[in-house]
């Protein structure tokens, strides 16, 4: 500012070539701003909320469809389970709420090249032939007990202890 000139409250000098409706208070917008704060946050809000939609719809597809054997486990890990171990087959029918198309993983799984071990960690005893020649296990249809890759989506059983 040159010296001797006077000076606004906001700094600028009295006769700068500036319109004083021009000038505002700090950290307030100009009058022709107020317009775009309201639409750039009437914009943000509406991101937000179809963010949040898009999560729903994910995780909401995510259960439908299934997970991996690792998602599985953790799912029924977070609910105080695991995946479900089946002690014999014959006792099968009382794990499943329903009847129908079987395609569930249970807690076996295998590191290539190991022996089978439930998923709490202690060594499957072969009570049952497991089919296939992948990781992790799987109820299929005719209540078999299959393996396929753990990284396959499937929906799996849970069992709590009682």
Excluded at 47 to 67: D, E, H, K, M, N
């Amino acid at each position: 500012m040159p010296e001797g000139a006077e000076a606004n409250p906001s700094g600028q000098p009295l006769n700068s070539s500036m319109k004083m409706e021009d000038v505002g208070e700090p950290d307030v917008p100009a009058k022709g701003n107020l317009k775009k704060a309201a639409v750039s946050e009437g914009r943000a809000v509406f991101i937000a909320i179809v963010v949040v939609l898009v999560v729903i719809i994910i995780t909401a597809l995510a259960a439908a469809l299934g997970g991996n054997w690792t998602y599985s486990r953790s799912f029924c890990s977070s609910h105080a389970a695991s995946l479900a171990g089946i002690d014999n087959l014959q006792k099968l029918d009382s794990l499943l709420p329903y009847k129908g198309k079987l395609d569930h993983w249970i807690g076996l799984w295998k590191d290539a090249g190991q022996v089978w071990k439930w998923a709490n960690g202690t060594e499957f005893d072969h009570r049952f032939e497991i089919q296939g020649g992948a990781d992790c296990a799987y109820l299929d249809e005719d209540l078999t007990v299959s393996s396929s890759s753990c990284s396959s989506l499937r929906k799996w059983i849970c069992s709590k202890p009682v």
